[in-house]
């Protein structure tokens, strides 16, 4: 069974709360109970992490890889903009992933129009609400193992 690691970064457990004309009215609980839904039926393995620290992340992504982990999904919040730290930990897992973005980050002001991570990463889905997740969710089931 494909095990994928799904990363929210800092400020995705306020989902529901902060910005809803931007980000919708969804919880971060919501959408794992979905992305869970949605594993089960695809026969994928998720685990998942919100942290609004950047060495947690960091450190998890290092930990799941050595776990064996097959690939993920990150959404790195601000630190998508900022993180040369989380780009080379993205590159070091070796693993196929995919960042995702609620908000379409092209859209929006011009510091959030340049993802520092994305080059890291296989694909980039920016801008369909949670949709995005479960696009990317969909995709790395595809991959083979």
Not at 32 to 59: K, W
Not at 64 to 93: C, E, K, Q, Y
Request: proline share 3%.
């Amino acid at each position: 069974m494909q095990k994928i690691g799904i990363i929210n970064g800092p400020n995705l457990d306020r989902l529901g709360k902060r910005e809803p004309e931007i980000y919708g009215h969804g919880t971060l609980d919501g959408l794992v109970e979905e992305l869970n839904r949605l594993a089960d039926h695809l026969g994928l393995s998720v685990q998942h992490l919100q942290s609004n620290h950047e060495g947690a992340i960091i450190d998890q992504l290092a930990a799941w890889t050595d776990a064996g982990m097959h690939a993920f999904i990150i959404n790195p919040g601000g630190l998508t903009h900022t993180s040369v730290a989380l780009r080379d930990a993205i590159t070091a897992t070796g693993k196929p992933t995919v960042e995702v973005h609620i908000s379409n980050i092209h859209a929006r002001e011009a510091f959030r129009q340049k993802s520092i991570t994305a080059g890291a990463c296989r694909a980039l889905i920016s801008g369909m609400g949670f949709h995005g997740y479960y696009l990317a969710l969909h995709y790395l089931s595809q991959l083979e193992a």
